[in-house]
């Protein structure tokens, strides 16, 4: 009964996925999608309180697990090479696959690209998003602010929390848009690398010699 009703998740992600990758976000109806899964409106409301509830499913799973990874890393990593090797790790996990949607030309799209190519088309995803990735920041100075030994109120983890955040924001907006102007740009997780490498030639004073 378990294995079918994750079968059937899959499914309904599947679809989802490709509808909204084909034709658009909000011009993707609850019952296009059910109509191509082969399932009743009640099967989907069973495993999806809402359309963007389905369409984040990825996004928050991928953010779940980077603070996960994230938590699990040695202290003595400065922020870059946190980053670098808490991408690889999703990567490892499956985040890099063909079991994602992919581009024009084959690659797969990340959650976080996804995200942001539906917050784009709809303001309730914004939204959504945007109370994610607050709470993504919240989380991160927090175990910055716990690396670093500083006490509650200091500033300093909220920057370099900031500057991971941002990162993100500038590789897959970057990426969703390069993709739109029917570009081929390299994986977003690539893009976030090389702009937290920029960032972090500031962070890294505050990382090693917090004032």
Known sequence: MARKKALTRAEIIRCASEL???????????QDITDMA???????????SSKADLALTHFHGWVDDLLSIARGRPTGETPDQMLVA??????SRGYVSSQLPQDNEGNPILPIAMAVLFAEQSPEVA????????????ALAALFAERLGLPPGSFEPWMIASGFVASWFAAVHGFAALLEEGGNPPAP???????????????GRLWSEPD
């Open 38 to 48: 082969d399932i009743s409106p009640g099967t989907f409301y069973l495993h999806f």
């Open 189 to 203: 997780d690539d893009l976030a690398v090389r702009t937290i490498d920029g960032i972090t030639s500031g962070l």
């Open 86 to 91: 808490t991408l690889e790790e999703l990567a």
């Open 127 to 138: 939204g959504r998003i945007y109370q994610t990735l607050v709470g993504t920041q919240r």
């Open 20 to 30: 909204f990758l084909a034709q658009g976000y909000e011009a993707t109806s609850v």
